[in-house]
């Protein structure tokens, strides 16, 4: 556990369409310990179709947040979905790029997919450890930590790939956990700023980058 936050609201989990009990329970657990925070799983929910995207067959991740973030009581302030189905968001100038996960930067909702984490013939035990990492990571960009480019750690970028998630030892950096202990700190003032080449900045033109960082909230964290 990070440190205990009782002032921080607590987190729900929403399962998305056909989400294995265990897998939900491992997701629930692991933020638990994760942010030190209360975490709700809620009933499960289909997939909503508004989010379809035919071509591929697969799921909008922009589009799942939405949806996580309005059909969600707002007394949780975060709100991590969980769904077996493949999603996907638009990355640099790939439309339809499929993602472990998708996040609102310091927003609300987060996402977990499982359809890429069984890769490489996983075990069970290391389906489940893929699962925690992504679930931590999101719930990670949804309390407002970026990218991180120490290979090890559990905020680092994936890029796509599996091996950099195996790679991580299931832990934040230092930095980045001195960062979410000011987060989850009674006094939020304490923030450091975020760095402006660690902020999700460095996926965008570098005409945007300038706009990125004024509107970090609103950025999308793919995984
Ligand atoms: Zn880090
Ligand atoms: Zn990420």
Redesign the pocket.
């Known amino acids: 556990m990070v440190m205990s936050a009782p002032h921080v609201r607590p987190v729900a989990v929403q399962p998305l369409g056909d989400v294995e009990p265990s897998v939900i329970e491992h997701l629930a657990d692991q933020l638990k310990s994760f942010a030190g925070v209360p975490v709700t799983v809620l009933p499960a929910q289909p997939l909503p179709s508004t989010a379809f995207y035919a071509p591929r067959n697969r799921y909008r991740g922009d589009k799942l947040l939405e949806y996580l973030d309005q059909a969600t009581p707002k007394d949780y302030a975060h709100v991590i979905g969980i769904t077996s189905r493949d999603i996907s968001v638009t990355k640099d100038k790939v439309f339809d790029w499929g993602v472990f996960g998708v996040a609102q930067l310091k927003g609300r909702p987060g996402i977990v997919s499982t359809y890429r984490l069984h890769a490489r013939s996983a075990s069970e035990a290391l389906f489940t450890s893929r699962v925690e990492h992504i679930a931590s990571h999101e719930l990670g960009h949804a309390l407002g930590l970026p990218h ?1 480019t ?1 290979p090890r ?4 970028d994936a890029e796509g790939g599996i091996g950099p998630v195996d790679a991580a030892d299931g832990h ?2 230092d ?2 956990l001195k960062r979410l202990r000011a987060i989850l700190s009674p006094t939020p003032a304490l923030v450091a700023p975020i760095p402006l080449e660690t902020a999700h900045a460095e996926a965008l033109p570098r005409e945007a980058q300038g706009l990125a960082t004024l509107d970090v909230p609103d950025r999308l964290a793919a995984r």
Do not use: R
Request: charged share 10%; hydrophobic share 30%; aromatic share 0%.
């Open positions: 991180c120490s750690c559990m905020m680092n934040l950096c930095d980045c």
